[in-house]
């Protein structure tokens, strides 16, 4: 036998190329090599469940010891590729422990790293970061004797551990450096409604807020300190300012990279004829069929696209078509998304903020292109059905809330 | 460990031991039994983790909570009786011998 699938990342879209592979009937050799020590695990409980104490590690997994085994799929953990040369029909990567990698066909499938925050004392203990289980142990090790936490950034991972430390009792301060929270992924009525349902519930949030330094004692973080003077005591600081895509191995295989990410074809190919790539670390089609590339940091572009790169893979090329969806739960909040709304011209809300309950729903040329819920289902999985059949929903007939939305999807 | 048994939409069968805690869904998903996606992992937000519960455990098990009624409202497959989210049931010894049948469509 040959050298088999490389899957070089083994977070959720390298685990589903692999488990992909297997479905759809590829009998050769898969290995899946991950940098972390332990097998693929769920990520997004890490900042919520995990937190609460509800999730466990051997919980977040999403597979057990005997699916790798009777699936024959080899894990390479705890350690990372360093080298890697390809040929017309394969190639070699070879490990920082020293281990060679001989394939086929290579998939990357990398994610990607928080964005670190680089100011003075930003290497003093207790300033921490949310993505890996490591990054969980970190802040959960040093949870129950924390009485103030500062959050640095009001996006989704932010406001997550935020709404966990207030409901713990916390001392809770939020600093976003935007004009308003989680503004890359919801309109202004959306973002002005968590920052009251944060206050709400406790939390300080500041806008606008420019931060200047860390200070600590002992090597401990102990407060932190804005232009402005303010000194906000912190016992914990929790930064999630955004991630950067990882493009080690991109790099080493000179492929092509736009905005610092991986660039990929709708069907998840690279530069490199004989590698594919998916997840968060890639720059895609918009795979709502509008134009543009786009980088989506979510589970399930890291899921559906890693199913356009097994395919490709094995030869079925399927241009990648899917409607992005996104999810935050912050506390008794459940925030859901679906679409894309850049470029949005018109929004209609329906319900009540005042009341938690509410969804915001974002047009273009009168056609819905996304939406926001809060505790909204029935209005989530109605627009997301409509978004996914290519339908539409009027929008002066949305905005009367007595109506269900389910029943207002029309064909054109 | 309890077991439970999962009816996959082709009829076949399949009884697994349930890690006490984890949900019917986990425990499906871990195991590799295909038919249930589970797109959210578990935070009751996708409703791609349908099963019928069997009548015979549906009063143990009980109905679903309010937002997860909602999700199975437009959950792909028409609801029954007896729906529930896998991800909202949490295995435990009372729960042993546990049958569900996994909804045909979840997407």
């Known amino acids: 036998m040959s050298g088999g699938i490389l899957i070089i990342g083994a977070g959720q879209a390298g685990m589903q190329i692999a488990d992909s592979l297997r479905e759809n009937g590829y009998e050769g050799g898969i290995t899946m090599v991950g940098d972390e020590q332990i097998p693929p695990y769920q990520r997004p409980p890490l900042s919520k469940g995990y937190l609460y104490g509800e999730a466990d590690e051997e919980s977040l997994q999403f597979r057990n010891e005997k699916f790798y085994a009777d699936n024959r799929i080899e894990l390479v953990l705890g350690d990372a590729v360093v080298d890697v040369t390809t040929t017309v029909s394969g190639g070699v990567a070879t490990t920082a422990s020293g281990r060679k990698l001989t394939f086929d066909k290579l998939a990357l499938a990398p994610g990607s790293v928080p964005r670190k925050l680089e100011i003075p004392g930003s290497d003093l203990d207790g300033v921490l970061y949310m993505r890996s289980i490591a990054d969980a142990r970190a802040l959960k090790s040093r949870w129950d004797s924390a009485n103030s936490v500062v959050v640095i950034g009001g996006g989704f991972i932010g406001l997550e551990v935020a709404a966990v430390a207030r409901k713990a009792g916390k001392s809770v301060t939020v600093l976003e450096g935007a004009d308003r929270m989680m503004a890359r992924a919801v309109c202004p009525i959306t973002s002005e409604y968590f920052k009251d349902a944060h206050e709400r519930r406790g939390a300080e949030i500041i806008l606008n807020a420019r931060i200047d330094h860390f200070e600590g004692a002992d090597g401990k973080v102990s407060a932190v300190a804005l232009q402005d003077g303010t000194k906000i005591a912190a016992d914990i600081v929790m930064v999630g300012i955004g991630v950067l895509a990882r493009t080690e191995v991109a790099n080493l295989l000179g492929l092509e990279l736009t905005n610092g990410a991986i660039l990929v074809n709708e069907f998840a190919e690279t530069s490199n004829p004989l590698v594919v790539a998916a997840g968060d670390a890639v720059m895609l089609p918009n795979p709502t069929g509008a134009e543009g590339l786009v980088r989506l940091e979510s589970v399930q572009n890291a899921v559906d696209q890693a199913k356009t790169a097994a395919k490709t893979l094995l030869g079925e090329r399927e241009p990648y078509r899917a409607l992005p969806w996104f999810w935050s739960d912050q506390a008794d909040l459940k925030l859901q998304i679906a679409g894309l709304s850049t470029g949005y011209d018109q929004t209609v809300l329906r319900g009540n903020p005042d009341e938690d309950t509410f969804s915001v729903l974002y047009y273009k040329n009168g056609r819905l292109i996304a939406i926001d819920c809060v505790n909204h289902v029935s209005d989530f999985m109605a627009a997301r059905r409509c978004l996914a059949a290519g339908n539409n929903i009027d929008p002066t007939a949305a905005a009367d809330s007595a109506v269900a939305l389910k029943t207002l999807i029309s064909e054109s | ?107």
């Open chain 2, 1 to 107: 460990m309890p077991q439970v048994t999962y009816i996959l939409p082709d009829g076949t069968e399949s009884t697994l031991e349930a890690r006490e805690g984890d949900s019917v869904m986990e425990t499906a998903v871990k195991n590799g039994i295909r038919g249930i996606v589970a797109e959210c992992g578990g935070a009751c937000s996708c409703a791609t983790c349908h099963v019928f519960v069997d009548e015979a455990y549906a009063d143990l098990v009980g109905g679903p909570g309010d937002l997860e009624d909602d999700m199975l409202d437009g959950a792909a497959s028409d609801r029954r009786e007896t729906s529930r989210l896998s991800c909202q049931i949490k295995m435990s010894a009372a729960f042993d011998g546990l049958r569900v049948e996994i909804a045909p469509k979840q997407v």
